[in-house]
């Protein structure tokens, strides 16, 4: 079974950063891409961000491009997200996922850590 556990959440002024890790358990780690996602109050979750399994391409909402940066590393079993210049509209709880090789559907997720960004 494969658990994925979030941290790195908090509460910080518009234009400061944050860095999410997803720590996943297993030795299969490096064989899937990971992605990131985010829900808000009151909407949907939606795609933030995505890495391949080799760290070689990534992915990002347009939302979040040019501040954002996902990377891994496979020999700790981490994913990460660097969220820089920060807006209050980044406030939502942030989850990681596993990608199945099989469905390119998200088949593992975290159980999420909030995130809130003060004006």
């Known amino acids: 079974q494969v658990q994925l556990v979030e941290s790195g959440g908090g509460l910080v002024q518009a234009g400061g950063s944050l860095r999410l890790s997803c720590a996943a358990s297993g030795r299969t780690f490096s064989s899937y891409a990971m992605g990131w996602f985010r829900q808000a109050p009151g909407k949907e979750r939606e795609f933030v961000a995505r890495i391949s399994w080799s760290g070689g391409s990534t992915y990002y909402a347009d939302s979040v491009k040019g501040r954002f940066t996902i990377s891994r590393d496979n020999a700790k079993n981490t994913v990460y997200l660097q969220m820089n210049s920060l807006k209050p509209e980044d406030t939502a709880v942030y989850y990681c996922?596993?990608?199945?090789?099989?469905?390119?559907?998200?088949?593992?997720w975290g159980q999420g850590t909030q995130v809130t960004v003060s004006s």
């Open positions: 996922a596993r990608r199945s090789v099989v469905t390119n559907m998200y088949d593992y």
